[in-house]
């Protein structure tokens, strides 16, 4: 991988610690996405099956901690919205800005705080956490950034941080 | 309430091994995986756009289950006891239908932080025969004695960053 110095566009650099698109989600987490989530991967964890267990052990039910995005993710139609929602807009806000058409995520880390419980109303946004200069990978010639998704509920506790590292890039000419 | 598994901080060390899970996907595990994460992107319930437009054998599973995939994985050998503070992926290759997805996992550290709280990291992946799909470095709270819960720590006694 090699490396370039390239000025980052100003209005990329403004966006660098900036909360961007706050918003709640469609609706209260239930438990019929908790069930249909741990009926695709056979998750038998009482926790989310047997109510004694999940009122000794977390204080009443809870939903799996990774299920954390799922709340955020649009209804693939609702009356009156023009276009369509994109979860993660600051990943596709630095592929439009950069001139980088091409893009993977590379890694994904997710840090679990306070339980998701059913009935929570969530709240999230997204924080771009920085920009590399211009590198040469196997695949193109692009940067890689990071992004911060941020989650709380109704209380403002913080139940979770998703951390996204992409990699916008332009394929090689041939 | 059936028996539950407690697994407690003692009975861990670095270098064990957590039992194998093997598991045939199909094509209604992707579509059940997809839409139970609300992802109706069509790479992972339609062939004909999967191979045409992405290139690839067939649909694949997509991350946000198989982050599912890895906490019932996880969770299946802690008990429920086992609170997840923090998992980080890589995805270096796609599980298609047909595949036998092979979960494996080892302890690579375990320690108790300043607030008591008991932590087990481990280094977990899914393969496809010899070939790793997906890593995930996991890490997890569990008891450090009979009667200790990590799911009641809160504000500065839980602490998933470190």
């Known amino acids: 991988m090699s490396e370039t110095d390239a000025a980052l566009p100003a209005e990329v650099q403004g966006w660098i610690g900036q909360k961007r698109y706050e918003q709640e989600g469609e609706f209260d987490v239930e438990r019929g996405y908790v069930w249909t989530t741990c009926a695709s991967v056979e998750n038998g964890n009482p926790l989310f099956w047997d109510e004694k267990a999940a009122q000794e052990i977390t204080g009443g039910p809870i939903a799996p901690p990774t299920m954390i995005s799922v709340w955020f993710r649009p209804h693939a139609y609702a009356p009156n919205r023009a276009g369509t929602a994109q979860p993660l807009q600051v990943h596709f806000d630095c592929k439009e800005k950069l001139g980088l058409p091409e893009a993977v995520m590379t890694d994904n880390t997710i840090t679990f705080r306070e339980p998701v419980r059913p009935g929570d109303r969530l709240r999230t946004w997204q924080v771009l956490r920085s920009v590399s200069p211009l590198k040469t990978t196997k695949l193109g010639t692009g940067r890689f950034w990071v992004i911060d998704v941020e989650y709380v509920n109704q209380k403002g506790e913080s139940v979770g941080t998703e951390t996204y590292t992409g990699f916008g890039y332009k394929r090689e000419a041939k | ?162």
């Open chain 2, 1 to 162: 309430m059936n028996a539950i598994r407690v697994l407690t901080i003692d009975q861990v060390k670095a270098g064990d091994a957590l039992p194998e899970l093997a598991y045939d996907v199909t094509a209604t595990t992707v579509v059940l995986g997809a839409l139970a994460s609300r992802d109706w992107r069509p790479m992972h319930h339609d062939k004909d756009f999967a191979q045409h437009r992405n290139g690839v054998r067939d649909i694949f599973l997509n991350t946000p289950n198989q982050a599912a995939w890895f906490e019932r994985y996880v969770t299946d050998w802690t008990g429920p006891y086992g609170r997840l503070g923090r998992m980080q992926f890589r995805m270096k290759d796609s599980v298609f239908p047909g595949d036998r997805m092979v979960f494996r996992g080892e302890v690579t550290k375990v320690t108790t932080d300043a607030g008591g709280c008991g932590w087990v990291e481990l280094a977990v992946r899914v393969m496809v025969g010899d070939k790793v799909c997906t890593e995930c470095n996991a890490r997890v709270a569990v008891p450090t004695a009979a009667g200790d819960n990590p799911w009641a720590r809160r504000d500065e006694r839980w602490q998933p960053e470190a």
